[in-house]
């Protein structure tokens, strides 16, 4: 799946954000000519750019270059992307992760989100809309924690920098999915949001299957944090508008 020369056409003359230069983009893909083509959509854009072939030298210079985002192929040596994934948001929940595959079956895509991933790019791509999705991924604001490493609501207690919740004092198991998803409650408590905004915001993909999906993962975190599924008193509906966090 090679991009030709007619391919960047449209891409030239897209004006670099400020500050590229001091932006690190970390690509993590086994194949060589994809890897050069990645290389120089960032680097006409003043991106600084590192490029890894395999997974295992991909979790190494996640280490050691600190990257603003990662843009990751799904098929690689060593460690899969899937896997990759998974430990990369386990260890920083806000890096902006944008996968770019050739797979682009839905239940793919829905477990990619569920480990973590921003977005997803199927190959062969436009260059152009790859640069607007980072782009929009690293202007999006990050998840911050809240002012308090713990915070507390009704019976549940949440350590969102070690991804580690209890309920009751008793130890609950939240994917880094769900993770995201209660991290957006908290960080807007009291705001009406929309499933729209929900799907855009915290999975960061706006053309997602369908909104049941978050209907879905809402009533599993009230299934796991609330006192009585059925009847939340922090995960609240609001009808025909979405969701209110109340803590």
């Not at 809309?129 to 490493?149: D, T």
């Not at 198991?173 to 957006?184: S, V, W």
């Not at 909104?211 to 009533?219: A, E, K, Y």
């Amino acid at each position: 799946m090679l991009l030709s020369e007619r391919a960047f056409s449209d891409f030239r003359g897209i004006e670099a954000p400020s500050g590229a230069a001091r932006t690190q983009i970390l690509v993590i893909e086994d194949d060589p000519h994809m890897q050069k083509v990645l290389h120089r959509i960032f680097r006409e854009q003043g991106y600084s750019v590192a490029v890894c072939g395999d997974g295992q030298s991909g979790l190494d210079a996640f280490h050691s270059v600190r990257p603003s985002a990662v843009v990751l192929d799904l098929m690689l040596p060593n460690i899969f992307g899937r896997d990759l994934c998974k430990m990369m948001k386990a260890e920083q929940p806000g890096i902006p992760i944008i996968v770019v595959s050739a797979i682009s079956e839905v239940a793919d895509k829905v477990l990619l989100f569920e480990l973590g991933a921003d977005d997803y790019v199927t190959k062969p791509f436009s260059p152009r809309e790859l640069l607007a999705r980072v782009q929009a991924a690293l202007r999006r604001p990050q998840s911050q924690a809240p002012a308090v490493a713990t915070f507390r609501f009704g019976q549940c207690e949440v350590d969102f920098a070690k991804m580690s919740a209890r309920r009751a004092g008793k130890p609950i198991t939240l994917t880094a999915h769900e993770f995201k998803l209660l991290k957006y409650f908290v960080e807007n408590a009291e705001r009406v949001l929309g499933r729209e905004e929900l799907l855009n915001e915290v999975w960061g993909y706006n053309s997602y299957p369908t909104t049941r999906t978050v209907d879905n993962q809402i009533l599993k975190l009230r299934q796991k944090l609330e006192p009585d599924a059925a009847d939340p008193q922090h995960l609240q509906t609001v009808y025909g508008a979405g969701y209110r966090f109340v803590p």
